[in-house]
């Protein structure tokens, strides 16, 4: 067990390593490269320096680099080579010394502060904030010399003097952190488990903020070489004769006028490379630490392989999947996806009036939404990752389409792309064209204008998206005037206020903050946002997640009355079939990166085509359930799709042309579609032919099922 932890623990540190940029693993071998140089000399300073740091006995005086002195003697005829050399195993010793004091005064002073907050914070945030202002060399010179008296001029008297300038620095960091963190769900779920005070800040707190703590540390250590030498070099310092780069230099200024330039050279030059040194693994370690800047090294098309022994560039097999036990008890078959029989499936349907059809539009009517072979791929540190695969989509002014399927499906990624708010380790291609505007042809100003104003998005999780230091009024004030300028502030403030109104806020709250709200009111205030400006779609992520039953349904009412009111396009992700049958007039179900089913939301919940839309619906707990369905296995990897239908895996009735041929989505009789081979239409090669499946698979790893083709 052991050693399989440390064979994953190794095969994770060399994929962290080789998804950092090349330019940040460069900096760290350059640095550490130097870095140890200046170690080894340090450790073995006794067998490398031909003499002692202090020795001067039969040395000549100012002698010029030569074979017996490879960097020249010195005025009081020491040997600049051992000075070097000594001077780099004290410039460690204080290194050491005072950052591990300025760490075990400022991290705990920090969490301390940042979780207990109240006086302490500001008293501890007052001190900081002082001793940081002060001159940090003038502030080190002033405890060196109060030191004096009762430690002496030694390596401890100094690292002192240099740790007191840190101290802020890990204070500063470690507290903002902890302030962060300790809002967390899991912190909360700890102090209502009773844990104390010590142990949430020792397990919970202190391992989530003490990872920018090695790139403070290679920062200091590099700064506290050069503090070091400046106490030496006005003579603060450790106690002559000991070896110090910074004394060394102040001793050597008169020799450097009078021509003697070797004796300040090479002390200089030691500071230099040694700092440098140390800084370029300062930054490297930030860039493999900093999530956002190791994203930025991973480009379209870089392939990190992730299993041991496979080399760069090869495709992996696919490994095999076990099937897990279901709630019924079964293991090992497919019948939990007709648990529940499709026919004996309760109809869904909602009593509110659905809108036209495509056919029964006005003529010359643009969609709200019109997306094209819309394709999102994601660099990732194994390769490309196509998250959103030739999705076409149309919702009309008016109309309310949900997008359903599994976590990781695509959904979210879709509505972002959508939006064009994808991160910048991506790529988009399609068309997106909204009331007959192609976003994806827009400069990046237009587009900008575009979102909100056009086009919506409303996130979950509202409090993550509301500036806690903003009032909800000035949220709607940014907002217009960002898209509308010459719109004044008043007018703003009474756009906002209508906005709220329609929501069922009070416009009395516009001037509270948003803590001040619950999390469905912030939901609304968020949907508000997405309104203001009227848009002609809207496109709301998951708008009902953590809410309760009661909530839910109130803002769900609202979303159906605004869009059939200002006659918006509304484009609802979400988990949860019983939203999507209650508000939706289409449903699109989404598997792996594609639509495998589109139809209208009776005739989807009444006679579902795919059988991944047959497993969706299955798993649906009601009154009536007696056994709980699910669909065994996981989605394919993206990375690497199978060949054929992505679903084929998962499929009771897949077939060989199943694993052979991609389906396409055929049109039906009654209104929908469906990327199925059971439909005419679904295999691009035949579009008048069909596949009956000869029986049912069982398991996973059974061959696919005969099929026999039919002509229509």
């Known amino acids: 067990m052991t050693a399989t ?18 330019t940040a693993r460069r900096l760290i071998v350059i640095g550490s490269v130097i870095t140890a140089v200046f170690l080894v000399a340090a450790i073995a300073a006794s067998l490398v320096a031909p003499y002692g740091q202090a020795d001067f006995k039969g040395i000549p005086q100012l002698q010029p680099p030569s074979w017996s002195h490879p960097f020249g003697t010195t005025n009081l005829r020491y040997d600049v080579f051992s000075r070097v050399i000594y001077g780099t195993r004290l410039a460690f010793e204080v290194v050491a010394l005072s950052t591990a004091f300025a760490m075990g005064i400022g991290v705990p002073l920090g969490l301390l502060a940042g979780y207990a907050g109240r006086w302490l914070d500001r008293v501890l945030v007052l001190v900081m904030d002082a001793m940081y202002a002060f001159p940090s060399l003038l502030l080190a010179i002033v405890v060196a010399f109060a030191l004096r008296r009762y430690v002496g001029q030694g390596v401890p008297a100094a690292a002192l003097a240099i740790s007191v300038i840190y101290v802020p620095q890990y204070f500063r960091v470690v507290r903002n952190h902890t302030l962060a963190v300790r809002e967390e769900t899991f912190v909360e779920a700890a102090r209502a488990m009773g844990a104390t005070r010590s142990t949430i800040i020792r397990k919970y707190v202190l391992f989530n903020v003490v990872q920018s703590v090695p790139v403070i540390f290679t920062v200091n250590a590099a700064d506290a070489i050069l503090t070091l030498a400046g106490l030496g070099f006005l003579g603060y310092g450790v106690r002559i004769p000991a070896a110090e780069w910074g004394y060394d230099i102040s001793r050597a200024i008169s020799d450097a006028a009078n021509g003697f330039w070797w004796t300040s050279l090479f002390p200089g030059l030691a500071i230099l490379f040694l700092v440098t040194g140390l800084t370029l693994v300062g930054e490297g370690i930030n860039d493999i630490i900093n999530p956002l800047l190791r994203r930025r090294g991973v480009a379209l098309g870089t392939v990190v392989p992730t299993a041991v022994g496979i080399p760069s560039g090869q495709v992996e097999t696919s490994p095999v999947v076990d099937i897990p036990i279901d709630a019924t008890g079964e293991g090992g078959t497919l019948d939990a996806v007709a648990a529940v029989p499709v026919t004996e499936l309760e109809p869904v349907r909602p009593a509110r009036s659905r809108r036209p059809p495509e056919a029964d539009r006005p003529p010359g009517e643009l969609p709200s939404l019109e997306v094209r072979d819309i394709r999102v791929t994601y660099g990732s540190a194994r390769g490309p990752v196509v998250a959103v695969d030739g999705v076409d989509l149309t919702i009309w002014p008016g109309e309310s389409v949900g997008l359903v399927g599994e976590s990781g499906c695509g959904k979210s990624t879709l ?28 400069s990046a100003a237009e587009l900008r204008r575009a979102r909100g104003e056009r086009v919506a998005l409303v996130f979950q999780e509202p409090m993550t998206r509301l500036d806690p230091l903003q009032r909800v009024e000035d949220h709607f004030v940014e907002t217009i005037r960002a898209h509308r300028p010459e719109v004044k502030k008043r007018e703003a403030r009474r756009m906002a206020r209508h906005a709220l109104a329609a929501m069922r806020i009070p416009p009395t709250r516009a001037r509270n903050y948003p803590h001040e709200f619950s999390g469905g009111m912030r939901q609304r205030i968020m949907i508000a946002l997405g309104i203001v400006l009227d848009p002609e779609l809207v496109i709301a992520d998951e708008p009902t997640t953590s809410l309760d039953v009661i909530v839910e349904a109130q803002i769900l ?16 992700i979400t988990h949860n079939l019983g939203i999507v049958a209650e508000t939706c007039d289409r449903v699109a179900v989404m598997y792996a990166g594609k639509i495998v089913e589109l139809a209208p939301v009776d005739v989807l919940f009444a006679s579902p085509k795919h059988p991944y839309a047959q497993g969706l619906l299955a798993s649906v707990i009601s009154l009536d359930t007696v056994k709980l369905a699910s669909i065994p296995g996981s989605p394919p990897d993206l990375l690497h799709p199978p060949v054929g239908c992505r679903f084929a895996e998962r499929c009771p009735f897949a077939m060989e042309v199943c ?47 005969p099929g026999e083709p039919v002509d229509q």
């Open 415 to 442: 509505g972002r792309a959508i939006v064009g708010v994808l991160p910048e380790e991506s790529s988009v291609e399609g068309r997106v064209v909204v009331a007959g505007d192609d976003l994806r042809e827009m």
């Open 5 to 22: 932890r440390s064979s994953a623990r190794r095969v994770r540190y060399r994929n962290l390593w080789r998804s950092t940029h090349p």
């Open 659 to 705: 694993h052979r041929v991609e389906p396409v989505r055929a049109r039906l009789d009654d209104g929908g579609d469906v990327a199925c081979h059971m439909f005419p239409g679904a295999d691009p090669s035949h579009p008048g032919q069909s596949w009956v499946p000869q029986g049912r698979r069982r398991g996973l790893d059974d061959a696919p099922v």
């Open 557 to 572: 009412d609202l979303l159906d009355d605004l869009r059939r009111r200002l006659d918006m396009g509304l484009l609802l």
